[in-house]
């Protein structure tokens, strides 16, 4: 034997315990403090686009000690929100800033314990650069300051004026406006639509019409959707939410619907071939369409209001999570993006809506333009009805009741089911994921 | 533990210099004796433990752990509500999703791998002929199997297209009207399960392929003389020799199916791809227990889905086998074998 017993044995027992090392490998590391010069990796979660990519390089700039990187650039809501739960559930593993959208916000609200309070850090100073009711929804009962309030989804119409000129509807931005002040005007108006058109609809799909009818009739009337305001569900109770199914019914009735389910690759191709004519455009959703739709569609969109007028739809926070090891350096961050410049710049880059008054109010947003949708002054369009926003609550499982209410929808679209069977489903499903 | 004790004991007279050379050489003989002996007692142990090790952290751990989270009313916001027996189990059996999820997958399953078999079995019988670049055949019939099963899906689900795809466009050629895959239950099982075939049925083939390879070829030779055509052959030779093969393939293909995810996800695609569709009509079993385990974070139910799926395989697993036992008998009695 040239290899020794001990050579051989070693191995063995190296192999096990370099198996079982590799299971315990990842362990901690050392915790380091936030100090001086010390480098820093921040990690920013999110989802879709929140236009920071500007500011990032601004901040490193004046911080050299800190980089910044941004998770999740473009993943769906839907994808996003359970893996942060996860993160938050194991301690570990979400970004030093995570980005929290209104309607899940009430859930991490309800685990406010794993989130900083950002008092500790300062933000009660910037509770003036915020509207009331957005500083408000990011403050839990007790005062905690969870959540830096981002953007707001001012809502307005997105419509292609290419589909309408063929269609013979007026094209001109104020003319759509005047063409629909109601939903029945705009019912009205795809049926003329598709009388000439044949191979579009006049919506994309009937799921992101209901969200823009449910949270303006929420808007105006009692200010809640499924939940009320003590966290009960009222899916079958509140007149709303049947009063904006039934409406979005007659929407899909009338055959206005391309029945293209909404972040499918369906859906995004809709955008490219020209396959619906409007589009429920909450002030995040023209960056979607930009990046869906192409260069090759530049100046054939444009923004008209929406019918029924304003509301709100969509809009986000920033929190920093317990389990972080820079929380200071998180904070000072997460309060740089919200701050009304770091509003201002994210709304230039993706067009997402302030929720800073100071930023609202800024020239740079109120004399915007969006080149790619015909230079449709987006800042009058959006900025206009923000300040005035009435908001909307949103109950602690409203994904997933909006789930079973969009696969509803879906369901009627698709030919599978009545409205009637439809809405008796959603509600019974509603009551099933809510319990 | 020993051999620390036995590199202390190596280190401690080697540092002041060796007063007898030939006690030292007797004691090490001593020593080696007893080492060879615990060596070969011991190093297979010691051998196969990281996959035990590996196994007992990945395998058996979180198995207990399942069943033990499975009998607790537990979900993410509201915490560990404590014990409550069986509840989770009966109330399963209740849920007209969880049935429904249970009635897709094994739809699913016999959709995809029975036509999936046969075909397998039909091709490994054609590459196990003389034929011209037979290795790059038998390598080619491998190709969907390595590619990415995300990638697959994608490009199934353009296919699939009701707008824009390719079987829609090819179905219109024909006179047939755009279907949207989607929005049924036979459509969109149709869809998934050409999906799983594409990626599985050169994998069978293979290892069909190889075990007719070990039938000797005097068989067919007497049958052939016998005047038995090459489809009597085939069913009658072919098929019962490769019964102890066949019943792997449907075995691995029974826990592959079951198990069915990925395809069905990527093909519904969205914000609610995990529901499998406007009427949950492709929601598979495990797609079901992730959205109840990590979209809704009810622990304790989603674990009792868990159990209740691996429950599920081992019924259809060993139903199976014995199908397949007695088809394969029925056969190789017919031919006389």
């Known amino acids: 034997m040239t290899v020794s017993w001990r050579r051989r044995a070693f191995a063995a027992v190296a192999l096990s315990m370099g198996a079982v090392l590799a299971i315990a490998g990842c362990s901690k590391e050392p915790a380091g403090g936030g100090g001086g010069n010390q480098k820093i990796n921040l ?25 910044i990187q941004e998770r999740g650039t473009g993943a769906n809501l839907g994808d996003y929100t359970p893996k942060l739960t996860q993160y938050l559930a ?316 969009e696969n509803a929808i879906r369901s009627v679209e698709q030919g599978n089911k009545t409205p009637d069977a439809a809405w008796t489903q959603a509600v019974a499903d509603a009551k099933k994921v809510a319990s | 533990m020993s051999l620390h004790l036995d590199a202390g004991r190596r280190a401690g007279p080697a540092s002041p210099p060796p007063p007898d050379a030939t006690a030292r050489t007797l004691a090490q003989r001593r020593w080696s004796s007893r080492r060879g002996r615990f060596d070969h007692k011991v190093s297979p142990y010691i051998y196969v433990a990281p996959f035990f090790v590996l196994f007992g952290v990945f395998g058996l751990y979180p198995l207990i752990y399942t069943a033990w989270v499975s009998l607790r009313n537990w979900d993410y916001i509201g915490g560990d509500k404590g014990f409550v027996g069986l509840k989770n189990y009966t109330e399963l059996l209740k849920d007209d999703w969880f049935t429904g999820a249970v009635f897709n997958t094994v739809g699913m399953f016999i959709v995809a791998t029975v036509p999936q078999l046969l075909l397998a079995l039909m091709l490994a019988y054609a590459l196990n002929r003389q034929m011209r670049a037979r290795t790059l055949f038998r390598m080619g019939i491998l190709v969907p199997n390595i590619t990415s099963v995300v990638a697959v899906g994608i490009i199934f689900a353009q296919l699939f297209s009701r707008d824009w795809g390719l079987i829609n466009w090819v179905l219109g050629l024909v006179g047939v009207d755009p279907i949207d895959w989607r929005a049924s239950q036979w459509a969109s099982w149709t869809a998934i399960s050409t999906m799983v075939d594409w990626r599985w049925t050169g994998y069978n083939s293979l290892i069909f392929l190889a075990a007719m390879q070990a039938i000797p070829k005097d068989l067919y030779e007497s049958a052939a003389i016998d005047g038995a055509s090459t489809w009597r052959q085939f069913w009658k030779i072919t098929v019962p020799m490769l019964r102890p093969t066949i019943i792997f393939a449907v075995i691995i293909s029974t826990i592959g199916g079951l198990q069915l995810f990925t395809e069905p996800l990527v093909f519904i695609g969205g914000n609610g791809a995990i529901l499998g569709g406007s009427e949950r009509q492709a929601q598979t079993v495990t797609m079901y227990l992730v959205e109840t385990a990590f979209r809704r974070f009810d622990f304790g139910y989603g674990a009792a889905i868990a159990w209740l799926l691996f429950l599920l395989i081992l019924i259809i697993s060993i139903f199976n086998v014995w199908l397949v036992r007695r088809l394969a008998a029925y056969g190789s009695n017919k031919a006389g074998v």
Do not use: H
């Not at chain 1, 999110?46 to 000690?65: I, K, S």
């Open chain 1, 43 to 67: 990690i920013v979660d999110v989802f879709g686009t929140f236009g920071y990519e500007d500011l990032y390089r601004q901040y490193m700039q004046a911080n050299p000690n800190v980089t």
């Open chain 1, 90 to 405: 194991s301690g570990s593993g979400a970004g030093d800033v995570v980005a929290i959208e209104e309607g899940t916000l009430v859930q991490f609200k309800a685990q406010a314990d794993k989130f900083e309070d950002l008092k500790k850090y300062g933000a009660d100073a910037d509770a003036n650069n915020f509207l009331p009711w957005k500083w408000e929804q990011g403050t839990t009962p007790d005062g905690k300051i969870l959540g830096l309030g981002t953007d707001v989804g001012g809502m307005a119409m997105c419509y292609r004026s290419d589909l309408f000129a063929a269609a013979g509807l007026p094209t001109a931005r104020e003319d759509v406006s005047k063409l629909w002040p109601t939903w029945d005007a705009y019912i009205a108006a795809g049926k003329t639509f598709k009388t000439k058109v044949k191979d579009a609809g006049f919506i994309d799909a009937g799921t992101n019409t209901f969200n823009l009818i449910l949270m303006q009739m929420a808007g105006n009337g009692g200010g809640y959707t499924y939940y009320d305001k003590s966290n009960n569900l009222v899916i079958d109770t509140n007149p709303v939410v049947k009063q904006a199914w039934d409406k979005t019914m007659e929407v899909i009735g009338a055959g206005l619907s391309a029945n293209l389910q909404s972040w499918t690759d369906g859906w995004t191709a809709g955008f490219k071939n020209a396959k619906f004519a409007t589009i429920a455009c909450p002030a995040w959703m023209t960056g979607v369409i930009k990046g869906n739709a192409g260069d090759g569609a530049a100046g054939k969109w444009d923004i008209a209001a929406a019918p029924g007028g304003g509301g709100n739809w969509g809009g986000s926070f920033l929190a920093v999570p317990s389990q972080g090891k820079n929380k200071a350096e998180a904070a000072k961050l997460a309060r740089f993006l919200t701050s009304p410049q770091g509003q201002i710049a994210a709304f230039k880059s993706k067009g997402n809506l302030p929720s800073s008054p100071q930023a609202l109010a800024d020239d740079a947003v109120k004399n915007a333009v969006n080149d790619y949708f015909t230079n449709a002054p987006t800042g009058t369009i959006y900025g206009a009805g923000a300040t005035a926003l009435k908001p909307v609550y949103l109950g602690p499982k409203n994904q997933d009741v909006r789930d079973q209410v």
